[in-house]
């Protein structure tokens, strides 16, 4: 079994609810060098909610 579909078997087991995140770390694999931002702006519009958030902050801060 080759690599592309032991990933696509694998996705068969994520929740749809985690399809945003995925979506975001598959286009940061894809645009490393930070050329093509674009992708990436809708999954980050709507990732926003969980980002600003109290808790998120407290998460981050000794970063």
Known sequence: MS???IIVQELEGVPEEDFDALLVFIHS???R???D???RLPAESSLMKDWLSP???AAWADL
């Open 37 to 39: 931002a674009a992708p």
């Open 55 to 57: 808790e998120e902050d």
């Open 3 to 5: 690599k592309k579909e």
């Open 29 to 31: 694999l894809k645009c």
């Open 33 to 35: 060098d930070g050329a």
